[in-house]
């Protein structure tokens, strides 16, 4: 019986003949679809992961530098709008919170 480590076993066509010599229903090389065959080599072992490309490198980097500024224009704006309201100055208020502007005076002459 052969086995390449792959979870696939299979006899091999001289062994399935010699071990049903004696039997009733004996196998013939002639019954054997792979019989002519040699046993296939075992496959190589897969090749590791490359690296990425030098190309992808500076695209990154870019990346990178995008989500960093966002995250600290994000964050600064959260400390801004934190500290305004321990203030009483909310950075959001509701139009019905305004103050309602005057009407100015019409200047009859």
């Known amino acids: 019986m052969m086995d390449f480590q792959s979870g696939v076993s299979f006899f091999d066509a001289q062994y399935l003949i010699t071990e049903t010599a004696g039997l009733r229903c004996p196998v013939t090389a002639d019954r ?24 992808q490198s500076p695209v990154v980097l870019i990346i990178m530098i995008v989500f ?11 400390v801004v709008m934190y500290r305004r309201e321990r203030q009483g100055d909310p950075v959001f208020v509701s139009f019905k919170d305004l103050p309602q502007a005057k009407p100015a005076a019409d200047a009859q002459a």
């Open 32 to 55: 054997v679809a792979y019989a002519d065959r040699q046993s296939p080599p075992p496959s190589p072992p897969p090749s590791p992961p490359s690296a990425p490309p030098a190309e």
């Open 68 to 78: 960093a500024v966002a995250f600290v224009v994000t964050a600064s704006f959260v």
